[in-house]
């Protein structure tokens, strides 16, 4: 069996308004451009798919207008669902004002994504099969009634199955008693810079990457996302690597570390050693800033023609999945 990146977390409705400036307090400003899109874990999702690995979505959806635009999303990139609707509420939203320097402020309305059950993580485990790698994102272990249950289901994963885990912007207000379970499980730890700050304490990445890695149970590994300087790759026995990252103009940074995320999941899902895949995740980050949109991550024949030229562009060469 192919192995599958399963994200176990939200996929929502993405309101993104662009203004000149955020208003006052009880003021108000005339956005210049509105659209709505499929956001949360799409876009990790969307990544792991477009470079031919089998993706599934184990997270709740809602009947309504924003259920209706996230399984249409999914369907389109030919990424299942494994729960059903809930039938009595409709998934839920961000709203995302971006002013004219490019700050993103978001505010989140949840909805069926934080109604989850013992029931559907129980649908989920049955689910999962020996080389799975689930995803895990900061943003539903913050969630009071998820957390819990999404904890334990990290700490109950069968062996073979592999686990991700994305901490998040949230991972201050995660009680240590959901998070020390997940990390005590986790095989790979997917950080930003501010991220692995909020956790260790360290401004530096590097520091910070060998600070999680002592964190994770022996044989984890941890990544840390530098932006344009890639990322640092470390192991709980090993200092930390620094894999480089690509210089481009950037354009719009948003669901960068997504496409990340979900570039590494898929080509360790192929077979690529860690830092091969870590190098083909830089290499699908910067492709992603160089276009507008949240989910921007390349397909497998754009990801080659990036890294024209590199042992791995030969190797996405080949079709994998699609």
Not at 104 to 133: I, K, N, Q, Y
């Amino acid at each position: 069996m192919s192995r599958r990146v399963v994200l176990a977390g939200n996929v929502i409705a993405d309101l993104v308004i662009e203004v000149p400036a955020l208003p006052e307090r009880g003021g108000d400003v005339v956005g210049s451009h509105t659209g709505t899109t499929a956001g949360g874990g799409f876009n990790m999702l969307a990544a792991a798919r477009r470079l031919g690995t089998e993706a599934v979505y184990a997270g709740l959806h809602g009947t309504g207008p924003y259920g209706d635009l996230v399984r249409a999303a999914l369907a389109a990139e030919g990424i299942t669902t494994l729960l059903p609707a809930r039938a009595d509420i409709d998934t839920g939203f961000t709203v995302a004002l971006v002013d004219s320097g490019g700050e993103r402020t978001f505010v989140t309305s949840f909805g069926a994504e934080a109604t989850l059950t013992p029931g559907d993580t129980a649908a989920v485990a049955a689910h999962l099969r020996p080389g799975d790698l689930v995803q895990l994102s900061g943003y539903g272990l913050a969630l009071p009634g998820n957390g819990p249950l999404l904890s334990a289901l990290a700490a109950a994963l069968p062996a073979g199955t592999t686990l991700c885990l994305d901490p998040g912007p949230l991972v201050a207000d995660i009680p240590e008693s959901v998070l020390s379970p997940v990390l005590a499980r986790t095989d790979w730890l997917s950080a930003n810079a501010r991220e692995a700050r909020l956790m260790t304490g360290h401004e530096d990445p590097r520091s910070a990457a060998a600070a999680l890695g002592r964190r994770l149970a022996p044989g984890a590994g941890v990544l840390v996302r530098a932006d344009k300087d890639g990322c640092w790759l470390a192991a709980t026995d090993q200092p930390p690597v620094h894999v480089p990252g690509f210089p481009v103009t950037a354009i719009d940074s948003n669901g960068a570390g997504d496409a990340h995320v979900g570039a590494f999941l898929a080509l360790l899902a192929e077979g690529l050693d860690p830092v091969t895949a870590a190098r083909g995740a830089n290499a699908a980050a910067a492709c992603a800033v160089t276009r507008r949109g949240p989910a921007t991550a390349p397909d497998r024949a754009e990801l080659a023609a990036f890294l024209s030229g590199d042992p791995l562009a030969e190797r996405l060469s080949l079709p994998r999945g699609r």
